[in-house]
C-alpha cells in the first residue's frame, strides 16, 4: 500500500486509524527515526510517542497532505525536537562516551561488521549532516519521488535536488576515504 487512504476512514473511530497507521508505516517511521537518534531503543520510544502525537493530532489533519507525509512531517520534527532536547545533548552524550570506552565483545563484532561494504554506506550516511541524510533517506531508502520529499521536509523540490546531489558528493568522498586508507 503506497499511502494510507483518509477518505476511507470516515467510518472508523481515532483508536482504529491510528491502529491502522501503526501496522502500516509502525517499522518504516521506527526505521526513520533510527537515522536521526542512531540508538534503537530511543526510535522505539519516540516512535510510540510520534504515535501518540499522531492521535492528538488525528482531529486536525486537513488532508492537504497524504497521512503518510503527515506522518513523516510529525516523525521528523518530533526526532529533531529530540536532537535539540537537553536530555539528548547532556544525558546521551555522557552514555555514549561511557558506552564507547567500555571494550566488549559487541564492540569487536561491530567493527567487523563495519568493514562490509554495506555497513560501510549505512556508517557513511549517518554520518551525514541531517539534511543530506533525510534527504539521501527518503529517496534511497524510503524510495520517495522529489515531489514527496519536498512535501514531507517542507522545502522547496530544487533544494531537495541540491541537497541530494551534495550528499551523493559528501558519501563518495567519505568511501573513497574510508577504502583507500
Same mark, same amino acid.
Given at each position: ?22 501496522? /502500516? ?6 526505521? #526513520? /527515526? ?18 501518540? =502525537?499522531? !492521535? =492528538? @493530532? ?10 503518510? +507525509? ?21 544525558? *546521551?552524550? /555522557? *552514555?555514549?562516551?561511557? #558506552? ?10 561491530? /567493527? ?7 555497513? @560501510?554506506?549505512?556508517h557513511a550516511v549517518m554520518q551525514l549532516?541531517? $539534511?543530506?541524510?533525510?534527504?539521501? !533517506? ?6 520517495? $519521488?522529489? $515531489? ?13 535536488? +541540491? ?7 559528501? #558519501? =563518495? =568522498? ?8
Amino acid at each position: 500500500m503506497d499511502s494510507y487512504l483518509f477518505q476511507t476512514t470516515t467510518t472508523q473511530t481515532n483508536e482504529e486509524i491510528i491502529d491502522e497507521l501503526m501496522q /502500516i508505516y509502525g517499522q518504516d517511521v521506527l526505521q #526513520l /527515526i533510527v537515522q536521526y537518534v542512531h540508538n534503537v531503543t530511543i526510535a522505539e520510544d519516540l516512535t510510540q510517542e510520534i504515535f501518540i =502525537k499522531c !492521535y =492528538k @493530532a488525528l482531529p486536525t489533519f486537513q488532508q492537504q497532505s497524504s497521512m503518510k +507525509t503527515w506522518l513523516w512531517r510529525i516523525a521528523i520534527n518530533h526526532a529533531k525536537d529530540y536532537l535539540k532536547s537537553w536530555y539528548y545533548k547532556k544525558v *546521551e552524550l /555522557i *552514555e555514549q562516551t561511557y #558506552l564507547q570506552a567500555q571494550p566488549t565483545l559487541q564492540n569487536v563484532e561491530n /567493527i567487523v561488521v563495519q568493514r562490509d561494504e554495506e555497513d @560501510a554506506l549505512v556508517h557513511a550516511v549517518m554520518q551525514l549532516p541531517i $539534511k543530506y541524510r533525510e534527504v539521501i !533517506y527518503l529517496c534511497f531508502y524510503e524510495e520517495q $519521488k522529489m $515531489k514527496e520529499i519536498a512535501d514531507v521536509l517542507q522545502i522547496n523540490e530544487n533544494t531537495v535536488k +541540491t541537497r541530494l546531489r551534495k550528499g551523493k558528493q559528501l #558519501l =563518495k =568522498k567519505q568511501l573513497e576515504g574510508e577504502f583507500n586508507g
